[in-house]
């Protein structure tokens, strides 16, 4: 059974920092490309980064500069770590895992973490 659970959310100021975590089981972690997409009320969900099997990461504009993903591949883990939080970060931030085989793609998600910017 494929699990992905993502913690570290919660309440920060503007300015603060986070780092979220996504924890995943029953998959070959170091296999899949994994990201981080974050969704508000009423919004599509939108990717936030991501970072291949290989290492390699990409950022939505709108998080350059202050947001980085990384991944441990001996814990299954994939991490966000944000700074310079502004009030419009405030979502569901949720980990994907992904990857792709000759015949068939998959995605996995968790359930997702709250994280909340404001004074």
């Known amino acids: 059974q494929v699990r992905l659970v993502e913690s570290g959310g919660g309440l920060v100021q503007p300015g603060g920092s986070l780092r979220l975590s996504c924890v995943t089981s029953?998959?070959?972690?170091?296999?899949?490309?994994m990201g981080w997409y974050r969704q508000t009320p009423g919004e599509e969900r939108e990717l936030v980064a991501t970072?291949?099997?290989?290492?390699?990461?990409n950022y939505a504009d709108f998080v350059k500069g202050r947001f980085t993903i990384s991944k441990d591949n001996a814990k299954n883990t994939v991490y966000l770590q944000m700074n310079s939080l502004k009030p419009e970060d405030t979502a569901v931030y949720y980990c994907k895992a992904n990857t792709r085989t000759v015949i068939a793609t998959y995605d996995y998600w968790g359930q997702g973490t709250q994280v909340t910017v404001s004074s």
């Open positions: 029953g998959i070959i972690f170091s296999a899949f490309a």
């Open positions: 970072i291949t099997s290989g290492g390699s990461t």
